[in-house]
């Protein structure tokens, strides 16, 4: 490729509605144009990223026996009905008539029409297992969009969905695909995490979720360092922080804390350890039996400096269906106000939830159920009944490892991935099925993999860049070598060995695109800079003169001499690293 | 690929909504599945043919020196206000309101956009010539989708767009792409034909559509098989029959020709030539001056025997904006009805436009502007007033080329490929423009340029296929050979000589998928000359024996005997041609 017959557009300055390092860069470089709020154009720079990523994912989902079709953008809202998400995706869902007044949606995801173009054409277990994906634009009408490629309403999406005839064969399928995420991270060149992630209804560890590492993630990811155990922050488990509870030291005192209603303002007051505070948490749960409505009192408890974790909360046997207690739900049930309320003295019947480290806790600090007032020296079973136990925390760093083989650490992470093993929830819901060994009908037992394509571009920038600009690993960059000649157009010498040097490296298939622009040294390296190409050979008559030209990786601080008779096995050497 | 591995379901019927037999070859060899009206999924043999047409068009392309990059399928309506195509485009646009109520566009194509992106990245002429294009998925609301991708609401267009500082630059990337869509439809493989087509507002030559040539085409198109001439029938000109009008031969005579209100029927009555009859067209026109509107009387004449091209008449000046008359208007204007109308004798100022072939017609038969009554021996000049002369009429096979080299011939074409001068319509209307060599500000030249993607399936098999099913040109087949083992589970040999002879094709490049399904040769076969693979090789133990394997191209009547050891050679010569 020739700089002269490409589109290369950079921007000194970002606009200003880009806060993120990554949507700066992108914007800068000239490899992404808004055209509505997270709506963009990729530019040819932009897509040629795109296309390198897609097609090492095509390659790997291949190697892993996955089927690429192409299924529709626009799809009958009639499939959407059918699995209920017509109504519960929300606005999120865009939602399109025709000019007949039929309704579809604009593609989100494609369990529906997948699913029902199997259940066409599965009859037989002779037939399985299937695994189908597509490389498809995605709609997603997001409330805020923002972040540019990593929360956009408009995106590509790789989505492969697996069909087997039992539990077994999909846990086998869906061990395919992780396996082919891990090689698709890898060519990517990405630093990568695997985690698991809560499932949802269907419990296991049948979910995972692939996030790049960066510093900017939205997401905290937790693992531990010394095994290979690795979750998101909703699914992580947190274990009690004493393996034992100590025995009563301290009398049950009650004590004035006026105007004193967070656990840290408490600690502080008491001159205690926030550790020895437990937060109360009041919900309701409210239960429809034979017609009539009854609520019911729930309260959690966590240390002070410790985090809710709803997720966690939410499966709590008895609190799938919960929410948070009104402030007049809390006079009625504790005859207090936030702030001092405590598993001890509340007024109407309550049922307490402690998290395993406040269930081992002694002589801890709570609200009093009287405003105003805690109580110091609480302890279980003296002073209050036992309480049921639960995991209802987020995990902190140093916290053990739930494999007993380490503590946790704490990172940030992307999202780029997620593979999920989803049962029979759709097949159920669409009655797709096959005939089994012995004749009998069967659900198809699912599982979905996808991969945000678009995404990924906004993460490996934000895990590769500098001041400078954006640091492409090499097999997603837009060129793998860009050549620069110094006097181009006035020098034959320069030309003619750059000419030269591009139709050996092209040869050798080298991905190389010539800077003919005629531009000034300083304003080429800067673009190329920006643009993030990780080789740079600078052809310049007074190098050639010695046998030589300019070797620059986009990582190092200077440049290397290197004879010309060589460069195209040193550039080979580099790309086989 | 092996078939255990890929997606292979076939149909021996095709659905009864099928109503063409590219429609009808698709559904039973499993390339394409219905989701809704004009809405299909590209199932994996439809796709790989896709992929094929699609990094045909993308490798000319790129050689033409256009560049790739991707507009989004959502667009702002905005944009479409702009150019005032949002009203103008009627129902066919997909229109969609966001969660804040934000109207959008589902593409049907992307000038707006393309426009948008142009006019916020160039600002000298040194930045031109440009030429910009994307595969994409587009939506149009056709009122009634039908025949397969062939009619499609959702479908896949290359669409590109060139943007130039005057009209000869543009002049000359429409001519670059003009090229590459030779190049385009050659390599595909397929019969084809470019015509000058009509330019709208613009005028000139500046139009032509590539057509796949078949006798199930929609659309006429024109050609001279002694020149290159060659037009669709909205464009192709119509020269008059006679060059001269002869002398009178007859007197003017009024004839009763009750309830004979047809050409065909007076010529019948009266035992003439049809080819001796008027018809005459009513049009009414109407202006608005200063707030009052007036009608003009015009009347359309057309030898009994012609076709009137409405293209045709909306050029005549005066005429840009016209309708038929209604009857009302025909009775007060003629005073008499439809049927007897004649430009002779008129109650009300009529202006009386001829086509050319009329004009230089004598002793003609019309109709006398009377109820049953027509006249014979009407004579222009002595009878009534010389008309305005225009080209009205669409060409029929035998007429002689405008360019005077021949005759002019008709067959049916389908248009999958239309470039397109469109000037500076959107430039100004969108403000798209630069700074030209003096500083001041131009609007860009642009043209655009599409392919029909998907509708190239269908066309290429309109044009290819037999009682068997689809014989696809090898450059676009799903696979370019199949390898049929016989017994391939049992017998050893076979299985070793398939596989050995796969690596070796593979090796060689070619586009190979072995039938490991186990099925019996006859269902075998019949599938892959359904789904239309151009080469088969039938590995099989007695052949082995005798050291030969059967070759078959899709297209031959019985096979031939080739030795295994020259087998890959023998597939790359019929590759090579």
Request: overall charge negative.
């Amino acid at each position: 490729m020739r700089a002269s017959r490409f589109f290369i557009s950079t921007l000194k300055d970002a606009p200003s509605d880009a806060e993120i390092v990554s949507h700066q860069l992108m914007m800068r470089a000239g490899m992404i144009k808004r055209l509505g709020s997270g709506i963009y154009t990729y530019m040819p720079t932009g897509l040629r990223v795109i296309r390198k990523v897609e097609a090492i994912i095509r390659e790997e989902m291949n190697k892993a026996g996955a089927i690429e079709l192409l299924m529709p953008l626009v799809q009958p809202a009639e499939l959407w009905q059918e699995t209920g998400r017509w109504e519960k995706m929300g606005p999120e869902l865009m939602r399109v008539k025709d000019r007949h007044g039929r309704e579809f949606a604009i593609q989100p995801t494609s369990e529906e029409v997948i699913t029902d173009v199997v259940r066409g054409e599965i009859k037989s277990y002779r037939q399985l297992p299937l695994n189908f994906y597509h490389i498809q634009t995605k709609f997603r009408d997001e409330r805020r969009p923002r972040f540019g490629l990593m929360r956009g309403r408009e995106f590509t999406m790789k989505d492969a969905y697996s069909f087997d005839r039992d539990l077994a064969g999909m846990q086998a399928s869906y061990k395919v695909m992780f396996d082919a995420y891990t090689a698709i991270f890898t060519r990517f060149g990405l630093k990568f995490r695997a985690v698991a992630a809560d499932n949802g209804a269907i419990g296991g560890t049948g979910s995972h979720e692939f996030h790049v590492i960066a510093s900017t993630g939205e997401d905290a990811i937790v693992y531990c360092p010394t095994s290979d155990y690795a979750a998101n922050m909703e699914a992580a488990e947190a274990m009690p922080l004493a393996a034992e509870r100590a025995g009563a030291k301290q009398d049950l005192v009650k004590v004035a804390t006026p105007g004193t209603t967070k656990c840290e303002t408490v600690a502080e007051l008491l001159k205690i350890d926030l550790k020895q505070t437990v937060k109360s948490i009041a919900l309701t749960v409210e239960r429809e039996l034979e017609g009539k409505v009854t609520k019911e009192n729930w309260l959690l408890l966590l240390r002070g400096d410790h985090e809710l974790n709803e997720i966690k909360v939410g499966k709590v046997p008895g609190l799938s269906n919960h929410r948070f207690a009104t402030e007049d739900e809390i006079r009625e049930a504790y005859g207090t106000i936030p702030g001092y309320l405590g598993p001890i003295g509340a007024r109407q019947p309550v049922r307490v939830v402690a998290d395993r480290t406040v269930a081992n806790m002694t002589d801890y600090v709570c609200g009093a159920n009287e405003e105003g007032f805690h109580l110091t020296g609480a302890n279980w079973g003296r002073d209050a009944a036992e309480p049921e136990v639960a995991d209802l925390r987020n995990v902190v760093e140093g916290d053990a490892s739930p494999d007993g083989k380490g503590v946790l650490a704490i990172e940030r992470g992307i999202e780029v991935g997620h593979v999920f093993q989803l049962g029979t929830a759709y097949s159920e819901a669409m009655k797709a099925s096959f005939l089994d060994e012995n004749g009998k009908p069967a659900p198809l037992q699912m599982g979905c993999y996808g991969i945000g394509v678009t995404r990924i571009l906004g993460a490996a920038i934000e895990q590769n860049f500098d001041d400078k600009g954006i640091i492409w690993p090499t097999s997603i960059a837009p060129f793998e070598l860009v050549l620069c000649p110094m006097n181009y157009d006035r020098s034959e010498m320069v030309r003619e060995e750059t000419d030269k040097l591009y139709a050996s490296l092209v040869e050798a298939g080298v991905d190389v695109i010539i800077d003919d622009r005629g531009l000034r040294p300083g304003a080429m390296f800067a673009d190329w800079e920006l643009i993030g190409v990780p080789y740079r050979v600078v052809v310049g008559e007074r190098g050639l003169k010695e046998g030589n030209l300019e070797y620059q990786g986009r990582r190092d601080t200077e440049a290397t001499a290197v004879p010309v008779a060589g460069m195209v096995d040193f550039i080979k050497g580099k790309l086989a690293q």
